[in-house]
Structure formats: structure tokens, C-alpha cells
């Protein structure tokens, strides 16, 4: 049991340091072009290596903007998570469960979805050419998602021994 608990907790931190990293990377969506690669993130917009804010249609941009706000609360979640995890270890009674801890991760799990989603839904018309594709960081935060909800699950599941 302690080799499982320790094994969802490796796994917990690789999800929250992947989270941070494809909400911070520019390279959700990712191509190349006749001045090089170029990169488009949550953030930026980099051309062969010259980055600015990005330009997508005025009604796009609120929906840009949620994609934002969904994955920065999904790092605080899943943060949030990892912390109370650590706090029920230590406080919790034996035979009881990680409810709390498991909540949380599948709020987080929630957020990583609708994020994801919106993106997924509302912008690769922006991206048509033959060599556009998606970038590490959406395939990152389709990870993270997976994880957090898998990770979610066994905290609801699993009795501290």
C-alpha cells in the first residue's frame, strides 16, 4: 500500500509539473513556414523565433481567455490537491479515505477538460496550412487530464493503512 501511495504521489507531481508546463509553453499548436517553425500557445504567438501577443478575432479572444483562467486553476487545483494529500497523510485516521484530496483532483480534472475542450473546439480554423499541427503542450494538458483523473479516482478509492 505505501509503494501504491507513494506511486500516486510521483504521479501526482509529474501532473502538476506538466500542467505548469503546457499552460506556460507556447506550443499549442505548432508548424512551419518559410521563415522557420512557428508556435502559437495560450500567451504568445512565436514566428521563426520572434515572439508577440497573439491576434485571433475579437470574438475569439474571450474564449482564449477562459482556456487561460481553466488551466491556471487547474495548476492551482491540482497544487492544491498534492498539499492536501500530504496533510491527510499525515493527519488522517487510519481506514478513513482521501475524499478531499480526491475531489479536488477530479475539480481539477474538470477544468483540464473544459479547457482543452474550448481550445479544441474554437481554434484550429486558425491553423489550416498542410504542416500545422498540435503542439506538445495541448498533448501535455490531454495527458494531464488523463492523470488527474485517474490519480482523482484512486484518492477516492484508496484507504490510508
Not at 506538466?18 to 507556447?26: D, K, Q
Not at 518559410?34 to 478575432?57: P, V
Not at 498534492?82 to 480534472?109: D, H
Not at 504542416?131 to 484507504?159: E, M, N, P, Q, T
Request: charged residues 10%; glycine residues 6%.
Amino acid at each position: 500500500m505505501l509503494v501504491l501511495l507513494a506511486g500516486i504521489f510521483v504521479v501526482h507531481i509529474a501532473t502538476v509539473v506538466m500542467l505548469f508546463v503546457s499552460t506556460i509553453a507556447n506550443v499549442w499548436m505548432a508548424g512551419t513556414s518559410a521563415q522557420g517553425t512557428n508556435s502559437t500557445g495560450l500567451w504568445l504567438n512565436c514566428d521563426a523565433g520572434k515572439c508577440h501577443q497573439i491576434a485571433f478575432a475579437e470574438g475569439d479572444m474571450p474564449s482564449l481567455k477562459a482556456v487561460q483562467a481553466f488551466m491556471i486553476l487547474a495548476i492551482i487545483f491540482s497544487f492544491v490537491s498534492l498539499v492536501m494529500f500530504v496533510v491527510q497523510l499525515f493527519t488522517m485516521e487510519k481506514g478513513k479515505r482521501f475524499y478531499i484530496t480526491g475531489a479536488i483532483m477530479l475539480i481539477c480534472w474538470l477544468f483540464i477538460l473544459i479547457a482543452v475542450s474550448i481550445y479544441t473546439a474554437r481554434f484550429p480554423h486558425y491553423f489550416t496550412a498542410p504542416k500545422d499541427h498540435h503542439g506538445y503542450s495541448f498533448i501535455l494538458a490531454w495527458i494531464c487530464f488523463c492523470f488527474s483523473f485517474i490519480i482523482g479516482i484512486l484518492y477516492l478509492v484508496l484507504r490510508k493503512k
